[in-house]
């Protein structure tokens, strides 16, 4: 099956910095999400991405499908921004597929 | 809108007992989605419905599972017998939308924590 790295695995940044997470795939997919998981445990979409680039805020996200990877930026971190970002993909005929996530914590 | 509900939060369960999760969607939404995290396994998406049909099972583990959707607020997942591996986090989610699994938004309820001894 399709494999998934993210990077880095932890990350750790003062409030106010800029980040960027990236999302690696081994072969072609069909479509690309991102997830963000707060300390609490709970989960929340952030983009549907296969291609191309979005920005909702603070957060944008591209995906350059013909080189097989990701990026999610988050500038102006904020503490709220903690936790485990996971990126998600799906192949045609495959089971959809989550990298091991990258672990955010923003110091005040 | 209350949002995904989910029952029990925390479960403690014997092996060999049975566990019943319990998952009410956001009303209106028509896809419902069953995932479970573990340290070592991390997410998996395990069943997801449209309509209130199974779409996709091919994530269930093995056949101690099982995922029931009677109607559109209601949705369960069984294990039986459960087993100490079966320990995880256990989340629902629903969407609104067409039953792309990727595509459309999804609102994730609080998860299940199951521990079974």
């Known amino acids: 099956g399709i494999q998934v790295e993210q990077s880095p695995p932890d990350l750790i940044l003062q409030e106010g910095a800029n980040s960027t997470l990236r999302c690696n795939f081994s072969?072609?997919?069909?479509?690309l999400q991102w997830f963000h998981q707060n300390p609490w445990g709970q989960l929340i979409n952030l983009f549907y991405?296969?291609?191309g680039t979005k920005q909702n805020g603070r957060l944008s996200a591209t995906t350059v499908a013909t080189e097989r990877y990701s990026l999610l930026y988050i500038s102006s971190s904020q503490t709220t921004d903690s936790g485990v970002y996971f990126c998600a993909v799906l192949r045609v005929g495959e089971k959809l597929t989550f990298g091991t996530g990258t672990r955010l914590t923003i110091i005040p | 809108d209350a949002g995904v509900i989910q029952s029990p939060r925390h479960e403690v369960t014997e092996m060999g007992q049975e566990v019943t999760l319990r998952c009410k969607p956001i009303?209106?939404?028509?896809?419902l989605f069953w995932y479970r995290q573990t340290m070592m396994r991390g997410l998996e998406l395990l069943i997801y419905?449209?309509?209130?049909?199974?779409?996709?099972d091919s994530g269930m583990p093995e056949d101690r599972f099982s995922a029931k959707m009677p109607n559109a607020s209601f949705s369960t997942l069984k294990i039986q017998p459960s087993e100490p591996r079966d320990s995880a986090v256990y989340f629902c989610a629903s969407s609104p939308g067409t039953g792309s699994i990727i595509r459309d938004e999804q609102y994730f309820g609080p998860g299940t924590r199951l521990t079974v001894t």
């Open positions: 419905f449209n309509n209130n049909v199974p779409i996709d």
């Open positions: 072969d072609s997919v069909n479509n």
């Open positions: 009303s209106g939404h028509n896809s």
């Open positions: 991405i296969p291609s």
